[in-house]
């Protein structure tokens, strides 16, 4: 008999999961009653936060090998054109994150015998330096049915997790665990995908810098045999060319690259043929005329909700993480429901359809800060389960917490239907937007600009979409308890900031990643297996005991974490990173180097040697050292392990989102940190700059 595992985004609705071992099988259908689609999720934990795997998925026939290219799904090719198959990317959990993916085993193409999923790490690493390695698969109600822990992947670069496999007209699940020395290209070779060789995606993604260059000979047909960059939803690696005729030539196909495509910058923004800045562009979604909550509430749905309806790429952002499988959707609002007495209005409903049936969820949304209301959502979840619909989505300007629902709602065990509940913030929906259409891309100009135009319509002072932005009325007591050294360990307000602080530091990664085009996640350093309220509750007698509310983000491709402390005593931001030292050279031309790399950044940038891995060599500000770099060197001539970086500022002391509040100024000493300092240093995250529309603004 397995234990319950909660889910990191749904409620946990109850029954156990079955904790498997290497070689067992078991039969989906005997777990649940809903898995024509499921979501199976790959999770790791890295004691130093800065470790991490890429997943990976094969469609296999009855020979165990792919039947073309276009059957290997990874980075560089996410989705399935049929939506069998979807890579949702990284979801943060309480001790890391995991990757999620989704699969509508209905619409799996009858020639497909065995679907394996797999992870590998990536240049040197391997799967031993990283900790509880697991995979877990949920049904279709967000339900989580089966657990199985991969222990012994040490010194290997890739892993089999497991597979999906046909058995008569159902599917069972194996658990496999089987390590490979080859990492993703070895695998997947071995599976039959023909592999395009890396030096050679290197020497395209090296093309890039002349993209501009590109650009104006397009028109000049290329060179047989020229790869071909392609837009990030058209990435899907064709299959093999079929034997050609006698004489025929043929334009070899494409093939799968291991390496990780490049993320391109936001293109400039045209200059305006406005006569002056009073003028104001027309827009699709105006919101001059919004004057209540009400209002808010009614306009963002519809907004919402129609553009999911017109933009696939969109929709299936933020539906197949919940179950939702890939087909035509029709979205509603206003949909009147019986319900007692009198009839209930969910906010919207979202309907898709595939293979002739059809999966509904009901749409709850709040906005400017308003709380979701219990009763009503609880009202929602009863109408779904007697209507057989499969999903409730609330969406508000919070962000929901591991084992911290925003609601708490009865589930009814005896009922064989189940209802899942999901929760979206509105910060997590601007976030989607803007990596389709500033960074990945979406399928034509129509669905770019309908992106573009819903984005700009959340991110408006008058919307009410602004995402998390209230610290909660515990702030300034707590803070005004940590003044007068009355606040002690135990009090249930210091857990109230600790849980606020985690959602802004989540929305924080939000939009940092949505501007860099990269994963941005909280590094959550947890014992194994640690219980998400047993770490906040010691988070929170911390900040009683020294004032301090502590974070650390890990920038996807940047070596360090990035960490972010408010000293509630001295009312102080401090944002910094670790910088190792060179393996080679000698230190006096370590810290030239340094200097020269951070010519642009603050003058009151704070820099400090690292001894043998602590704070205790010299340190002094960028404006003192420039002139003298050797300043850095300890005197003892002790052996340097590397660099801090710090800056300080002062933060807010408003709870709210306001220019003087607590939230805004973490927002923007994040954002300045980054823009001022880490994108001096020479990491390949570090060539990416945030939008220049967010930097004019301030």
Not at 350 to 372: D, H
Not at 665 to 687: E, G, I, Q, W
Request: glycine content about 10%; overall charge neutral.
């Amino acid at each position: 008999m397995g234990r319950n595992l909660p889910h990191a985004h749904g409620v946990p609705l109850g029954g156990f999961v079955q904790e498997m071992i290497k070689g067992a099988n078991v039969a989906l259908a005997d777990l649940s009653d809903s898995v024509g689609s499921v979501i199976v999720s790959l999770g790791w934990v890295s004691p130093t936060g800065e470790g991490d795997a890429d997943v990976s998925v094969l469609l296999l026939d009855a020979n165990g090998k792919v039947r073309s290219d276009g059957d290997f799904y990874f980075y560089n090719h996410p989705v399935a054109a049929d939506g069998s198959v979807q890579l949702l990317g990284k979801t943060p959990t309480a001790d890391g994150s995991e990757d999620r993916i989704s699969f509508d085993l209905t619409a799996v193409p009858s020639g497909i015998d065995r679907i394996v999923v797999a992870a590998s790490r990536y240049g040197e690493a391997r799967f031993g330096e990283l900790e509880d390695v697991r995979i877990t698969l949920a049904d279709a109600a967000g339900a989580s049915l089966l657990r199985f822990a991969v222990d012994d992947a040490d010194s290997v670069t890739a892993v089999i997790f497991g597979e999906l496999y046909r058995r008569g007209e159902g599917w069972k699940f194996r658990a496999v665990g089987q390590g490979y020395e080859t990492g993703l290209a070895g695998l997947a070779t071995d599976f039959g995908v023909d592999i395009e060789d890396d030096a050679a995606a290197e020497a395209e993604a090296a093309l890039d810098g002349a993209e501009a260059d590109e650009q104006a000979d397009a028109a000049a047909p290329a060179p047989a045999g020229t790869p071909v960059r392609q837009t990030a939803l058209g990435a899907i690696p064709a299959p093999r060319p079929p034997e050609g005729e006698a004489g025929e030539p043929r334009k070899p196909a494409a093939r799968p690259r291991t390496a990780k495509k490049k993320v391109t910058l936001p293109r400039t923004v045209k200059k305006t043929l406005a006569e002056n800045d009073s003028w104001k562009s027309a827009r699709l979604f105006p919101v001059s005329v919004l004057k209540s909550d009400r209002d808010r509430e009614m306009r963002a749905t519809s907004v919402l909700l129609s553009v999911m309806a017109q933009v696939p790429e969109f929709s299936r952002r933020l539906t197949a993480g919940f179950g939702a499988p890939a087909g035509r959707m029709e979205t509603f609002t206003e949909v009147s429901l019986p319900h007692g007495d009198s009839p209930r209005r969910p906010d919207g409903v979202i309907r898709v359809e595939r293979a002739g049936k059809l999966w509904t969820a009901l749409v709850e949304t709040k906005t400017n800060g308003n709380a979701l209301k219990a009763d009503q959502v609880q009202a929602y979840m009863d109408i779904a389960a007697r209507r057989g619909y499969e999903a409730v989505i609330t969406l508000t300007n919070d962000v929901a917490l591991e084992g911290s629902p925003l609601v708490d709602v009865k589930i009814d065990k005896r009922r064989k239907h189940k209802v899942a509940l999901w929760h979206l913030s509105w910060a997590e929906v601007a976030h989607q937007a803007q990596m389709l259409i500033r960074h990945e891309g979406v399928g034509n100009a129509a669905h770019a600009w309908l992106l573009q135009e819903l984005l700009h319509y959340l991110q408006h002072e008058n919307s009410g979409c602004h995402g998390f932005q209230n610290m909660g009325p515990a702030w300034v007591p707590v803070r005004n308890g940590i003044d007068d050294e009355t606040l002690c360990q135990g009090d249930a307000r210091a857990l109230e900031v600790v849980e606020n602080w985690e959602r802004l530091i989540r929305q924080v990664c939000l939009r940092l990643g949505g501007e860099l085009g990269q994963k941005v996640l909280p590094v959550q350093r947890a014992k194994r297996g640690a219980d998400p309220k047993e770490r906040r509750d010691r988070l929170a007698d911390r900040l009683c005991l020294d004032g301090r509310l502590q974070a650390e983000l890990r920038i996807d491709g940047m070596p360090g974490v990035l960490t972010v402390s408010a000293d509630l005593r001295t009312g102080k931001l401090r944002t910094g990173i670790d910088i190792p030292a060179p393996a080679q050279g000698y230190p006096l031309s370590w810290a030239k180097r340094l200097v020269r790399r951070l010519a642009d950044a603050p003058a009151d940038l704070h820099v400090e040697t690292l001894v043998d891995g602590e704070a205790a060599g010299p340190r002094g500000t960028l404006e003192r050292l420039r002139p003298e770099p050797a300043d850095l060197l300890p005197k003892d001539n002790a052996r340097i392990t590397g660099f801090r970086l710090s800056l300080l500022k002062s933060m807010g002391s408003g709870r709210g989102n306001a220019e003087t509040g607590f939230i805004r100024s973490v927002d923007n000493a994040v954002h300045r940190f980054y823009t001022t300092v880490v994108v001096h240093l020479d990491t390949p995250t570090t060539r990416r700059t945030p939008s220049k529309e967010r930097t004019a603004a301030e």
